[in-house]
């Protein structure tokens, strides 16, 4: 059964917060320390997006609030969104399409996290993205945002926005790019999603799992033995050869996720 109470001190609070921004901030960045994605089981279980958007809120918290499994998007955001709500805030689903490895954006609907409006703005929460991305909520403006050494935009592409990011050195990059439209579980019915579906089943994302968490000041994602490790918005990149060292990262990963 969901319960606040369990699920903020499993996130490191120990009364109820004010929903207010600095709660909000820090609640998204514990999150994401504390509870990893992890696509290893989503990856066998995939039939159709409805079926993964509309969680059992109660059976995703007990097995990845309670009892330790990590989750993908919709699992993480589902849960997180839920908390959020419970705590006093005004959320909405929203829907994105990722950028992939070849450059394309993926369908409109294959990834999802939460609008949060909060003293007259609107901002972007996501704990249930691998990463490279956003440790604390993002504003929705014009105004070039920072955080931990990296810098984050929004520019326009016709109605969507396009999310991007720019690690310490380098061009900036494409995170996913979405709609600011509230979206309703029912919006995964679509029969255009038909097709969408056997895209992502073909897609590298639906066939090599994802792990990520984030640090005190960045992120480890884990593209099946790709390692991504940022700190402080520097990024180095290598492949895990030794079995050994690739459980470890592993284990250090899924560690955010334990009982402790």
């Not at 105004?143 to 396009?162: I, M, N, S």
Request: net charge negative; charged share 25%; hydrophobic share 40%.
């Amino acid at each position: 059964m969901f319960e606040v109470e369990t699920y903020l001190r499993r996130l490191g609070f120990t009364e109820v917060p004010e929903p207010d921004a600095q709660t909000l901030r820090s609640l998204h960045k514990n999150h994401l320390m504390t509870l990893a994605y992890d696509s290893s089981h989503f990856i066998n279980s995939f039939t159709g997006f409805r079926n993964v958007v509309d969680i059992d809120v109660d059976e995703a918290f007990q097995a990845i609030v309670v009892g330790g499994a990590g989750g993908v998007c919709h699992d993480l955001s589902g849960l997180f969104r839920r908390l959020l709500a419970e705590l006093g805030y005004d959320v909405s689903i929203l829907a994105a399409s990722q950028r992939w490895p070849d450059g394309r954006f993926g369908p409109d609907f294959e990834h999802t996290f939460t609008g949060v409006r909060l003293d007259g703005e609107t901002w972007l929460v996501d704990v249930g993205f691998a990463g490279p991305s956003y440790l604390e909520p993002l504003r929705v403006t014009d105004e070039v945002q920072h955080q931990f050494g990296c810098a984050y935009r929004l520019t326009p592409d016709g109605t969507r926005h396009v999310l991007e990011r720019r690690a310490a050195t380098g061009d900036w990059r494409s995170v996913y790019r979405f709609e600011l439209t509230a979206r309703a579980v029912s919006d995964w019915d679509d029969p255009r999603d038909t097709a969408a579906e056997q895209i992502v089943k073909n897609s590298l994302f639906a066939n090599t799992v994802l792990r990520g968490r984030a640090t005190e000041n960045g992120q480890l994602v884990l593209t099946g033995r790709r390692l991504l490790t940022v700190e402080n918005g520097r990024e180095t990149m290598r492949t895990l050869i030794d079995k050994a060292e690739f459980e470890g990262v592993v284990k250090d990963i899924l560690a955010g996720t334990g009982n402790g």
